[in-house]
Nanobody, 111 residues
């Protein structure tokens, strides 16, 4: 079955960086588009970034210029490099492909 396992979350101060990873199994990774979503406390889950099989990336406006999504097809892994983090980036970050979700990794940004 499809499994998505996120890692890399943590507690950082505003302005610092984190890199999230999502390792996928049970799928033909290289032909699938991948996405990162996040859900802040009391808010709906929102799309953060997507990357196509052809490595075309798209971002929500609030993270453009700060976050970078990338993929390594040899490792079946998608990454989210997050720079210049802000307190409003605090959320549980989820990896997604089709109807499958990872367990999430918590990112907390203190001011």
């Amino acid at each position: 079955q499809v499994q998505l396992v996120e890692s890399g979350g943590g507690l950082v101060q505003a302005g610092e960086s984190l890199r999230l990873s999502c390792a996928a199994s049970g799928i033909i990774f290289r032909i699938n588009d991948m996405g990162w979503y996040r859900q802040a406390p009391g808010k709906q889950r929102e799309l953060v970034a997507t990357i196509t099989s052809g490595e075309f990336a798209n971002y929500v406006d609030s993270v453009k210029g700060r976050f970078t999504i990338s993929r390594d097809n040899a490792k079946n892994t998608v990454y989210l490099q997050m720079n210049s983090l802000r307190p409003e980036d605090t959320a549980v970050y989820y990896c997604n492909i089709h109807e499958y979700w990872g367990q999430g990794t918590l990112v907390t940004v203190s001011s």
